[in-house]
């Protein structure tokens, strides 16, 4: 079934929370094992219903922002999520004090019960009202950057729509592109200020409401975190700092001695060759097809998937006014179908959708049996593997895509890889500072968030751009006002990813296999588990981003970067 046939109808959530309730009661007086897990069963079956109704809305929403009928529903989920969680919350809470536990754990897996556990620490009925002024506070950023209008070259665009202006081999064009995109920040330095700050409120209320120091440590509940800590992030944030920082700094010094510069400005960030970088050579509809042979090509699982998502029209690329900006991969229980969306707009970063985004997709479409829906997905970090995984491992089809510029595109794609993982690290010390420091200003986290990153990000100089001098460019990063503590997930993946990399390098056969693996046991087993599964390193683990590091150091050593 396509898409857009799917039946939205709204829930009477009334009715679902009194079915559900009864579900519960019942489930909680039940006599033996196999009348419990069938009352789980339905209790399951009435959460992938909620859930896929949810989905099909947020999608719709997101397709487009001023759409009035899915604006309604979104309304409705950000007030009826709360009421939600909480049932969530009491069917958890029966789950732990179940009769017969240890019959449900070899039945449905030990997962199901860590995640239970987890849950009961990041909820109570008296957060209700703020969880859902959270949604409200995030609803609202995210219309605030849809609503972005920027008048450039004679069109008003969207911010999605500005990025190959910025990465245009005219100087003076990527000035001018960047100056355009950053002031809709800047015109709305306040709103964006006001949001945030609520939110940190809003977050260190519902910390003290459930009796910690801070927000830290819920947030880090709140994700799933079983298997480490805070203490755990801080010290592989530190051997960031040390291992990759000075591999970053000296990827970003031959950027700039190819742009012919002495030091790379904010503008300059997004051109890696003075060239040009390296775009697709078709259109949208090229993209797709190419992708249909290439994942064909790469697996018969890959194959079968890929089939599956376009002749159901699973997929949504073209950027429109009014559409969310961004991209993302998304589950619909109920039709046992993920759902990518983004915003093509002629770059290398459509390619990575296509990997980045699909490999979510192949994920949970691999692991659709396990059918639970604490199962679907595993943590955010492991479902990053995933992800990043896949797009090095497309790597000898992406001659497909970008032709003569197939070696460009590799190059300025691993060493961004790597590029990366500061960034990612330098928003989550921020994070870290923010939610440890609630009663911070405005001010003082802008301060916070320079200091920070030159840290991690040495090579960049905003002296030209006040505001992004003085404030940075936290204020587009969606995550931090809408899904806190994510963040480092991307860099732990990305040290498993590179180590699928090594791995594909050596023996591709034997690296797919471990992919395929890793993406057929979905959110059975906690973030560690998933790592030893697919035959990996921990990224925690001393020496793991050395080794994996050096590999990379090696490997693009021996490229001259010159010939792009």
């Given amino acids: ?99 017969f536990r240890e019959g449900l754990e070899k039945e449905w897996g030990k997962q199901l019960f860590t995640i239970a556990e987890l849950a009961q620490n990041s909820f109570k009925p008296e957060i209700l009202d703020d969880l859902l002024r959270e949604n409200q506070l995030g609803t609202e950023y995210g219309k605030l950057d849809a609503g972005a209008s920027i008048f450039f070259e004679g069109e008003e665009r969207t911010l999605p729509a500005m990025i190959p202006f910025m990465e245009s081999p005219d100087r003076e064009v990527r000035l001018k592109a960047s100056q355009a995109y950053w002031s809709h920040y800047e015109k709305h330095e306040a709103d964006y200020d006001g949001i945030f700050n609520e939110l940190v409120k809003v977050r260190d209320g519902i910390a003290q409401k459930l009796g910690y120091a801070n927000f830290i440590e819920p947030g880090y509940v709140r994700m799933l975190r079983s298997d480490y800590g805070a203490e755990d992030v801080k010290v592989f944030r530190e051997q960031v700092k040390k291992d990759i920082v000075p591999l970053a700094s000296k990827i970003k010094a031959k950027q700039a001695k190819r742009l012919g510069l002495d030091t790379l400005k904010y503008h300059d960030m997004r051109l890696s060759f003075p060239s040009g970088n390296a775009n697709p050579k078709g259109d949208p509809d090229w993209i797709l097809e190419n992708g249909r042979k290439m994942y064909e090509d790469l697996s018969d699982d890959t194959g079968e998937f890929i089939n599956f998502m376009l002749n159901n029209e699973l997929l949504d690329v073209l950027n429109r006014k009014g559409k969310s900006g961004g991209g993302f991969c998304t589950y619909i229980n109920d039709y046992r179908s993920p759902f990518i969306f983004a915003n093509f707009n002629g770059t290398s970063g459509d390619i990575d959708v296509l990997t980045h985004e699909a490999g979510h997709a192949f994920q949970v479409y691999s692991s659709r049996d396990a059918d639970l829906v604490e199962y679907a997905w595993p943590s955010l970090e492991a479902c990053e593997i995933h992800s990043m995984s896949m797009e090095f491992l497309t790597y000898p089809w992406m001659e497909q895509f970008f032709k003569e510029d197939t070696e460009k595109y590799k190059y300025a794609h691993l060493s961004g890889s790597i590029c990366d993982i500061p960034y990612l690290c330098s928003v989550d010390e921020f994070q870290h500072w923010v939610y440890g420091n609630p009663s911070a200003s405005p001010k003082e986290r802008k301060a916070e968030w320079i200091r920070i990153s030159k840290d991690y990000m040495p090579w960049v100089d905003y002296s030209d751009h006040p505001f992004l001098e003085r404030v940075g460019i936290w204020y587009k990063i969606g995550h931090i006002f809408q899904m806190p503590f994510y963040f480092i997930d991307y860099a732990l993946a990305q040290i498993c990813a590179l180590q699928f990399w090594k791995k594909s390098t050596e023996d591709f056969s034997l690296a797919m296999d471990d992919y395929i693996k890793l993406c057929k046991a979905g959110g059975s087993m906690a973030f560690l588990e998933l790592v030893e599964l697919a035959n990996l390193k921990s990224p925690f683990e001393p020496g793991c981003i050395k080794s994996v590091i050096s590999e990379v150091e090696e490997f693009l050593e021996k490229i001259d970067d010159s010939q792009f």
């Fill in 1 to 99: 079934m396509r898409f857009k046939d799917f039946e939205y109808k709204q829930p009477d959530f009334d009715h679902v929370e009194a079915a559900f309730g009864l579900l519960i009661e019942k489930f909680s007086n039940a006599k033996s094992l196999e009348e419990q897990s069938s009352l789980l069963a339905k209790m399951n079956d009435y959460r992938k219903s909620f859930a896929s109704m949810h989905q099909i809305a947020s999608i719709r929403h997101e397709m487009n922002t001023v759409d009035e009928e899915y604006l309604k529903e979104k309304d409705f989920f950000d007030n009826t999520l709360p009421r939600y969680e909480q049932l969530t919350n009491q069917y958890y809470q029966a789950l732990i004090k179940a009769e």
